[in-house]
Nanobody
């Protein structure tokens, strides 16, 4: 069982930045793709950003494109989500997900085999 541990969430004001980290118990290259999803109160889980291991291709949902950036560290065991210019609508629990599928440059889907972290809360409020 792969373990994913997220960190970096918190309470920030609109326009602030946060950097989420996801530490995997195995190398992230063991997966086809890894990424971030989020669930806001009363809403369904939605993909935020994913990165494909074969070629480094990334996807971003339209509402975060240009503000969020996904990356991996050199050891390939940690995935980051740099979130800039945060907005109240970014408030959600953010989950790291390993073994997902990148679809185009704006899509990412989870699979039956997807492994999930426990989530980290991001709250954007003035």
């Amino acid at each position: 069982q792969v373990q994913l541990v997220e960190s970096g969430g918190g309470l920030v004001q609109p326009g602030d930045s946060l950097r989420l980290s996801c530490a995997a118990s195995v190398g992230t290259l063991d997966f086809n793709a890894i990424g971030w999803f989020r669930r806001a109160p009363g809403k369904q889980r939605e993909p935020v950003s994913c990165i494909q291991n074969s070629d480094g291709a990334t996807s971003y949902r339209d509402s975060v494109r240009g503000r969020f950036h996904i990356s991996r560290d050199s050891t390939k065991s940690t995935v980051f989500l740099q979130m800039n210019n945060l907005k109240p609508e970014d408030t959600a629990v953010y989950y790291c997900a390993a073994e997902v599928r990148v679809v185009g440059d704006s899509g990412c889907v989870y699979l039956l085999t997807t492994n999930w972290g426990q989530g980290t809360q991001v709250t954007v409020s003035s």
